[in-house]
């Protein structure tokens, strides 16, 4: 009798059978992952706001025929998954680990230096859209010739850390850039602020927030300083104490990066003649406060709203100033750390921030007879922005 053999399979068919077992596991893994993941989208509420980058997040775009067919809808809803997706900031801090343990110092367009910084890039300008904009500055200003005019415009800590960004990168010029922006402002009474000047022979670290986009309080000391100079008012370094507020800030530049261990202290001026002696109204809010600060603040993610609250359409604040200067102030958020230096000066400052503010602009000069106009904008914010020339063209 024969003996039955088997003939055994070979190891390159014995192989490709496990390696197809295996690839089909992944595979169903995958498409469960991403099943799961879109049961949880469903069933989980979508998020208006981002706590910790501190910004408006994308919400699920509305189906058009016009939407579908120029791609928007596609590009919309990929900005909105990415937006709302499950546990989004956990995922990102993973990514930000894994990157620093593969000498990566770049995530989600912040940029990580060797002493601790993150930095995000200087912004390219529309030459067309920046002469829009000094147009309408310098058009404001020779229409309301009374108007002492000034200008801080606050660089980003990438180019006061430039030696610190990583090798190869390339961006605009921001020096060329504020230099361009000067010349084009000439010709009109507006006081131009050097903040580069006001910074020489400060420790360049501590202008800056290490997980912020911000200028720190100290930086914005500097600029008041030579704002006071260029207009005369006198103002003095031992008139003014600051006080440490928070030593636990985590800025919106950590929350983009991933980054949860760096922390920041902030810090409030004060000037000596004016504590306790202004009001401030939020005018759109309907409320009225006897400070500028607000300390409810200091136990939210975002600490610099410690400033003014936040950024408001119109705020209003009267002073018991022994002067009738009375101030205009148009900004952006850079100012509000700035604001309660100003307050010895003026005996009222009107404070605009023309991304929020749609109400007549020549309803507010018919009210105050003002004195001095100050353009208050990081210089990221001030070329980006759409808002302010509309505002100053409105203006009869």
Not at 28 to 33: A, H, M, P, Q, R
Not at 36 to 52: I, N
Not at 204 to 222: E, G, K, P
Request: glycine share 6%; aromatic share 12%; proline share 4%.
């Amino acid at each position: 009798m024969k003996k039955e053999t088997s003939t055994p399979a070979s190891p390159t068919t014995g192989g490709r059978k496990n390696n197809g077992v295996i690839y089909t596991c992944i595979t169903l893994g995958f498409l469960l992952c991403l099943f799961l993941t879109g049961v949880v989208m469903l069933l989980t509420p979508d998020k208006a706001q981002s706590e910790t980058e501190n910004r408006v997040l994308a919400q699920r775009p509305r189906l058009t025929w016009s939407s579908l067919t120029d791609g928007s809808f596609m590009r919309d809803y990929e900005t909105y998954l990415t937006d709302q997706f499950p546990h989004r900031d956990a995922w990102v801090s993973l990514r930000a680990g894994v990157s620093t343990l593969t000498g990566s110092r770049e995530q989600n367009g912040v940029y990580r230096t060797k002493s601790g910084f993150l930095l995000e890039k200087q912004t390219p300008f529309d030459p067309s859209q920046l002469s829009e904009l000094t147009s309408a500055i310098k058009s404001f200003l020779k229409k309301n010739k009374s108007l002492t005019g000034g200008m801080i415009l606050a660089p980003n800590a990438s180019l006061l850390l430039q030696e610190e960004m990583p090798y190869g990168l390339r961006q605009p010029d921001q020096q060329k850039q504020l230099k361009d922006i000067h010349a084009q402002l000439k010709g009109v009474d507006l006081k131009w602020v050097s903040c580069l000047k006001q910074y020489e022979g400060v420790d360049t670290h501590s202008l800056y927030y290490r997980t912020d986009h911000h200028w720190t309080t100290r930086a914005a000391f500097r600029a008041f300083l030579g704002l006071s100079k260029a207009w005369k008012l006198g103002a003095k370094e031992e008139n003014y104490t600051f006080y440490p507020v928070a030593t636990d800030f985590s800025g919106t530049l950590a929350a983009t990066y991933g980054e949860r261990r760096l922390r920041d202290t902030v810090e409030v001026c004060i000037p000596k003649e004016s504590r306790g002696k202004y009001t401030v109204y939020y005018e759109a809010q309907g409320k009225k406060t006897a400070t500028l600060f607000a300390s409810e603040k200091l136990q939210e993610k975002n600490k610099y709203e410690v400033f003014l609250g936040g950024n408001f359409d119109k705020v209003i604040i009267s002073t018991t100033a022994n002067t009738e200067n009375a101030l205009l102030l148009f900004k952006d958020s850079y100012a509000n750390c700035l604001i309660p230096m100003l307050t010895p000066y003026f005996s009222k400052i009107v404070v605009i921030d023309p991304r929020y503010f749609n109400d007549s602009l020549s309803a507010v000069m018919e009210e105050t007879t003002f004195t001095h106009a100050l353009f208050v904008y990081n210089a990221n914010t001030f070329l980006e922005d759409r808002s302010l020339a509309p505002l100053l063209k409105s203006a009869k």
